[in-house]
């Protein structure tokens, strides 16, 4: 680790974020290791673990400290197995599953985390509200004979006095990043706990979340963290709408008007495709959705696929993006530009 990292300090500092405290890795630029707002630490103290009454397995098995998850993986390593993680924050529907089926089929054992991540939430959001269903997740893990779901509280993974914190800057600036500036920086650095805790060879995320998959790539890339990210194709509802925990805040109107957001990326992506400049085709998107009820809309965007950056016309790999609100709730849904 090097103590300099000045010449880089403008590129990671939006407000919400604190000042750089720690080096990036040496030769590592993307990378920053900063202090964890107090905010952040005071809602940790505050808020309740929540402790669920014994839950009834057939297969499964639940652990909820680092140290008897790591004697599993330690004694999985000896037999010569392969371990698949998949990162989740419970609330489990068939998006989350299908990443435990991707892990089982490329894995000879699984940990699914179930883990609501404070630090990726802002004071005004919803996490003392997120979906919480202990014995729902457990029933539909055992289902599928996974093997650890790994539960543990705020307070075993963010001790008394916890004061790193691990950013990616450039891919986790805009975009989501840019109306949730916490966001990725709680997310890279759970995920980089959860990856050492595990010890994974493959770490299974969903295209839903496309923003976070290239983020997560690139901090495992940067960071020369030995497991491979791995991204599972989007989940939809019968009617396109993306698979999300989140969907359960929407009325039964707001869940009707949903699809429009996966309507209208795949019209997006059809006309860029087809040669239509990107900007010209953003404003026709945003406007069928400000008419069908969406507001506001945080961002539509047709990026790089890998780098993110915002694209004036297709000529190679591109992903087309969005973050809207529907009522209180806050849909995020991306398609490739075929």
Known sequence: MTANCTQNRGLLCP?????IVAAACEGRPNIYLMALPKTWMKAMQTVRNRKSKKLNTKHIEIVRDVSTLRAKVREWRQNGETIGLIPTMGALHDGHLALVKAAQRTCDRTVTSIFVNPTQFAPSEDFESYPRDEADDIAKLDSLSADIA??????DMYADGFSTRVA????????????????FGG?????????LQALPDRAY?????YQQLQ?????VRDLDIPSTIVGVPTVRESDGLAMSSRNWYLSPQERTVAPTLHNVLRDVAARVAGGEDCASAIAAGR????????????YIAVCHA????????????ARVLAAAHLGRTRLIDNVPVK
């Open 15 to 19: 407000a919400a974020f604190p000042p």
């Open 150 to 155: 790994f539960m543990p509280g705020v307070a």
């Open 168 to 183: 990616v800057s450039g891919l986790s600036e805009g975009l989501c990043g840019a109306s949730r500036p916490h966001f």
């Open 187 to 195: 997310v890279a650095t759970v995920v980089t706990k959860l990856l």
């Open 205 to 209: 995320f969903g295209e839903k979340d």
């Open 215 to 219: 983020v997560v790539s690139r901090m």
């Open 287 to 298: 406007a069928v959705l400000e008419t069908a009820g969406f507001g506001p809309v945080d």
């Open 306 to 317: 890998e780098s993110l950056e915002p694209l004036d016309r297709v000529d190679g790999p």
